[in-house]
């Protein structure tokens, strides 16, 4: 790491490395060996890769060409080349990274004498696939604790990954895991769209079912409408896949087929309410006032969390505080103690009035109060407490700066960032901040680096790393406000809080000028093309052209313009106009109607959960920012008047895209 560090010092003079961007001269060297070897490494390009490699020999980033060089060839790398890259990258991001991958290889492999001593020094140690692995890997593990660890990270596992499916097969093999894993697992996949999934899972116990498993993906009616699929042996598994698969494309259909004796009789109680689960979770994403209907028809210990997740937003939508209340209680610990559930819990243990619920319900609220997310605020206000700026924690030192300038692995990252390798660079930074050393840095390693990532400006680094502390709260760093002159003055010309501006940009980039999404929108407001064409010419741009959406003034006058159009458009609501702003405002229009509800209850029921989650965070980060702006406390309930359907004399704007 000498050697490493004596290169930064030299190269630290220049402002490339501090996250400027590269100069033409500089993308002439080394910096432009890296971006071809970077497209090398997307197109799997070994040939290229390696002529590359001595490029970058001194370099700051010669360990991230080195990995793009070397895991591209992993397959045919011997152990002893892979160890000396380890041991030359000792304590950095890419020795720990290419562990990981060789891993993967070596568990595929089944290679267990590798595995289990690469394993041991395995920092990151945050894959499911590598865990499961070390499950097969370990012999002396207790055989139930590992059926079931190997269950849980399986189900949890989206894609049909091979890690934690070996272990389950093996498990299976040796009947120490139930074969209802598996069936669940398949229902999962069913559930979510993923055939591999299911027939992965659904194979283990039988081949041939996969084949049927295929078929009932692409028709499940025509399956349940077969005369003899109720008389077959050991098919009411396959029932249940059928019904699974039909919830999802018709629920009021799959409510149907499960009423029907041959079904009522053929499946157990957990299968049934499975299904019923499934059924009652569809129709709450469609907002049917029926939804809590079906759930009733499961018996709730059959029911996974995010079911009952479901069930709880449909027992809001209905105003049922008690089955709120026993929904939540039936959820796993980890989930019940989620800050979402917390205030809920609360919620209905004071609408209840029962014994003692005042008490169970502070208690409740008072666990969670005090953060900076959304339902933390709510707590607070529930307490009867306000949003004010938290005392800045005590300055940083000298050394604490100073420990945080001499990390290579965040200037590497810095230099990444800054040299149009964003995503790498996020990569090695997330890495050293939250996974090099056992639970990650301490609060004041996490300021100092927020700090560092602050002083150059990459804001998305310096509000992530701050948020990151537990006991020290730097609201100038998770809060920060860039182009203040310009954001606050565009605001208040066209008629919008700067505070709702600012909470919405943070959450769109996160302060990053260039970012761009993956769908096109662009800027730090983050404007879809069509989106921003159409807002030009709607306030009069007549010489707009499509490039300027990425320069941050023209960003920031069309994105405001839009936000304010869509904010007018449903009557001054913060909620439904960022819900709008995140998935158009056809969407919300549509959410809204039905009970009129207060404000979190909507927004916890907003079907898209990337844009609950938006909606939640764009409207806490308002709050944050108008006790900053304002220096006055807030209430974050001021900004989350009651939704509901739009009033008879008020048209939508039918233009607004």
Known sequence: MAGLWSIFTTLSMSTALLGAPATATAQSGPERALQDMREAFRKNDQRTLSAALPRLQGHLLEPLGAYWELRARLESASPDEIRAFLSRWSGSYYEDRLRNDWLLQLGRRGDWNNFRIEQA?????????????????????PHAPAAETVRQL?????????????????LLQREELEVDAAWQRARLGMENGRLRVATQAVAMLDKQWAVTVEDIYANPARYLDDKLTALRPRTKELVTLALVRLAVKDYQEAAEQLGKLRWRTQLTDEE???????????????????????????QERYLNDEMLAWKTRAALRSADWKQVQGAIAQMGEAQRRDPTWTYWQARALLALQGPDHDGQARALLQRIAGGTGFYEQLAQEALGQVTAVAPAPAPLSPAEKAAAQQNPGLQRALWAIG????????????????????????DRELLAAADLACQQQVWDRCINTSERTRSEIDYNQ?????????VVKRAREVGLDPAYVYGL????????????????????????????????????????????IAERDTNILIGTAYLKLALDDFEGSMPMAAAAYNAGPGRPRVWRNGPVLEAPAWIENIPFTETRDYVKKVIANTTHYAALLSGQPQRIGSRLAAIGPRLGNLAPNADLP
């Open 154 to 170: 399986w189900l949890g596992q989206k894609e049909a990954d091979e890690g934690c499916a070996s272990a389950a097969r093996a």
């Open 505 to 548: 940009i943070r959450q769109e980039s996160r302060f990053v000028t260039d970012a761009r999404s993956g769908v096109g929108a662009s800027g730090l407001m983050q404007v879809m093309p069509a989106t921003a064409q159409w807002t030009a010419k709607r306030i009069g741009l007549t010489d707009y052209k499509p490039h300027q």
């Open 272 to 298: 049934r309410s499975w299904v019923w689960g499934v059924v009652g979770r569809q129709a709450a994403l469609k907002l049917s006032p029926r939804a809590l209907d079906y759930f009733n028809q499961a």
């Open 419 to 442: 040299n149009g390798l964003r995503s790498e660079g996020v990569r090695e930074w997330n890495y050293q901040t939250n996974l090099h050393q056992r639970g990650g840095m301490n």
């Open 478 to 486: 998770r809060f920060p406000t860039p182009h203040r002159e310009q």
């Open 121 to 141: 020094q395995y920092r990151m140690n945050d894959d499911r696939e590598v865990q499961c692995y070390a499950l097969l890997a370990d012999p002396q593990s």
